[in-house]
Nanobody
Framework: QVQLVESGGELVQAGGPLRVSCVASGGTTSTYALGWFRQAPGKDREFVAGISWSGAMTHYSDSVKCRFTISRDNGKNTVYLQMDSLKTEDTAVYYC????????????????????WGQGTLVTVSA
């Protein structure tokens, strides 16, 4: 069973950059679509970014578009989320996800959601 482990979350100042990573163990994710969700205090979990298994397709939520970049390295079973121009409203626990169906990540619903989830990494953006 593939397991996802996030890292890189920390306290950063608004306007700054941060990169979080997610490494898969117990198997390869080269045939999985990968992505990131986040959950801010008191709010529902929301989609942030997704990337297809080949990396040819990426999608972003409107709130992070043009500020965040998702990428993957299949040789390292790793997906990255580069976050630039961070805002205080980006403060959240960031979860790495994986699913063989790309739509389960980018069009997540109560009936269709990612199969695999990491434990999350906390990103705190201070004013």
């Amino acid at each position: 069973q593939v397991q996802l482990v996030e890292s890189g979350g920390e306290l950063v100042q608004a306007g700054g950059p941060l990169r979080v990573s997610c490494v898969a163990s117990g198997g390869t994710t080269s045939t999985y679509a990968l992505g990131w969700f986040r959950q801010a205090p008191g709010k529902d979990r929301e989609f942030v970014a997704g990337i297809s298994w080949s990396g040819a397709m990426t999608h972003y939520s409107d709130s992070v578009k043009c500020r965040f970049t998702i990428s993957r390295d299949n040789g390292k079973n790793t997906v990255y989320l580069q976050m630039d121009s961070l805002k205080t409203e980006d403060t959240a626990v960031y979860y790495c996800v994986a699913d063989r169906n790309y739509l389960a990540i980018v069009v997540s619903t109560s009936q269709l959601s990612p199969e695999l989830w990491g434990q999350g990494t906390l990103v705190t953006v201070s004013a």
